[in-house]
């Protein structure tokens, strides 16, 4: 085998991956282990709630989501607060389908699915953003979100810290599905800088 500990990593990523969502999620997909930052578990409805609560989403608040799947965390801040948003996945099946589900649910002024790997996103325009990464991946993109999030922007992760990074809050509950759930915010307020 010439790459073992590519193979390594990549077990170990679907055992999270599968940990994450719990034993009766079917939805988990893997994308190529060299490009993907996750494997694809969509982040049930009422988690996608209680991010959004979390960061205080507001009309004014443009929502960044890193990995966006299907898109509903997006849809779910356009719909139910009137925020601005857009998703960036690497996946081009995850993009046709956030989009076909932002025209279904009618927001599809107030959002915008791109093609991208999320390690090139230019978040400068985010006030909040939302990840459900590994804590590897959250870990590769702190340089990227310390550098270019304003004051006042607040970061969301589902299941997945940032490391020696110290959450504003953390929200431990169990969701609908009787799941144990983790939610992590943090917060740049011009002294501290996430």
Known sequence: MKHPKLLLGFLTLSVLAFTAAGPHDSTVAFADPQESLAPFVPTPQDVVDRMLALAEVTSKDTVYDLGCGDGR????AAKKYGAHGMG???DPQRIKESTENA???GVENLVTFKQQDVMTVDVSPATVVTLY????SNLKLRPLLTKELKPGSRIVSHMFSMGDWEPAKVDNFTNQEGFPRTLYLWKADGTYRP
């Open 133 to 136: 990464l590994l804590t590897a």
């Open 73 to 76: 965390i997006v849809i779910t």
């Open 103 to 105: 025209r279904a649910a």
């Open 88 to 90: 960036f996945d690497i």
